[in-house]
């Protein structure tokens, strides 16, 4: 089964403002961008994915994603992140209509590809599951199956939120790299510790982060 990931990114100015203890506003959008770029590249080099749809409307990262393959899909109906996931879910079956489907975070820097194959083939048992993060709270990949509805329910509390709406909790060992998002100069530490990818590791050379 091959699947196809659909990744929201809000616009670069926007993003990752609880950062703002590591990087200075001007860093801040690059790091997003990296972290996108890196989490792309990853998924479009795991052998279990056919093509990766990035949800955005930014006019720096959606040239720049899809020069890497991506395919940009417009954030409508501007109704905020799970509707723009329902609504690339739909593009995406509407040339695909037996397609498994994944929601993946887009702030996923050490992404390594074997991994997210792990994920995708246990996510595969089920109508709908999903992958809590690493703090145990939010969720970084929402998949559902061939003539499933995708049904995401990020933000906040989404791990009881996607459990509550009857989609599995996937409970895998060493797969780190898939539930590390960044969201905290903590988070950004356990990424650098796992091992980020070329894009994020360029940008966070030009911070001074203790412990590193």
Do not use: Y
């Not at 020069?67 to 739909?90: F, Q, T």
């Not at 929601?103 to 996510?123: H, I, Q």
């Not at 650098?192 to 360029?202: D, I, K, S, Y």
């Amino acid at each position: 089964m091959q699947w196809t990931l659909v990744i929201p990114l809000k616009p670069l100015a926007l993003a990752k403002s609880r950062l703002s203890d590591t990087a200075a506003d001007g860093l801040r959008p690059g790091l997003a961008l990296a972290f996108a770029q890196d989490t792309v590249a990853a998924a479009l080099a795991c052998a279990a994915v056919r093509d990766v749809a990035v949800v955005t409307d930014d006019a720096l990262a959606g040239p720049e994603l899809a020069a890497l393959g991506a395919r940009i899909v417009p954030d409508e109906p501007g109704d905020g992140l799970n509707a723009a996931l329902a609504h690339a879910a739909g593009v995406v079956r509407s040339a695909r209509p037996k397609a498994p489907v994944a929601a993946l975070n887009a702030d996923l820097p050490a992404l390594r590809p074997p991994e997210l194959a792990r994920v995708l083939a246990a996510a595969a048992e089920f109508p709908r599951a999903f992958l809590p993060d690493a703090a145990g709270i939010g969720t970084t990949l929402l998949a559902a199956a061939p003539g499933r509805e995708l049904r995401p329910a990020f933000g906040g509390d989404s791990r009881a939120r996607h459990g509550a709406s009857g989609a599995v909790e996937l409970r895998l060992d060493a797969v780190d790299s898939v539930r590390q998002d960044v969201d905290t100069g903590d988070d950004l530490r356990a990424a650098l510790a796992l091992g980020v990818g070329p894009r994020t590791a360029a940008a966070t050379a030009r911070l001074l982060i203790p412990g590193q």
